[in-house]
Every structure is written in structure tokens, then in C-alpha cells.
């Protein structure tokens, strides 16, 4: 008696590793996206950073405020 409930609980225990393997490895595929809609999210991420990065880089080199010098010329 003991052994078979032995061998159910570890055929129970196998099934469930499977199971959870196969999910892993099924992953999220066709989770509502095309592959048009992927990409058109990749490039907004794309632009986002790299106007982020120009944010950065005008912050850096105090471009991001205006100028407290005259913008008329001074002789």
C-alpha cells in the first residue's frame, strides 16, 4: 500500500515538473501583439531614449536654459 502511494505522489510530482517546464519553455507567444505593433513599440522606445539622451547631453552642456549673454553684438 505504501509503495503505491509512493509511486502516485512521485508520478504526480514528474507530471507537475513537466507541465511547469513546458510552460516556461511555451512562454508568451501570441500574447496580443503583431509583430507590426512590436516594432512600431520598439521604435517609440527607441526615440524616447534617444531624446533622453539629447536631454542629457544639452543639461551637460547648459543648452537646456536660455543664454544670459546679450544676443546683440557688442563692440
Given at each position: 500500500m505504501k509503495n503505491t502511494v509512493s509511486n502516485?505522489?512521485?508520478a504526480a510530482f514528474?507530471?507537475?515538473v513537466c507541465l511547469s517546464m513546458c510552460v516556461c519553455l511555451w512562454g508568451c507567444r501570441g500574447a496580443g501583439?503583431?509583430?507590426s505593433?512590436?516594432?512600431i513599440r520598439h521604435k517609440h522606445i527607441i526615440r524616447t531614449n534617444t531624446?533622453?539622451?539629447q536631454d542629457d547631453v544639452d543639461a551637460l552642456m547648459l543648452l537646456d536654459k536660455?543664454?544670459?549673454l546679450s544676443d546683440?553684438?557688442?563692440r
Open positions: 502516485y505522489i512521485n514528474c507530471l507537475c501583439e503583431t509583430a505593433e512590436v516594432n531624446s533622453m539622451i536660455p543664454s544670459k546683440k553684438m557688442v
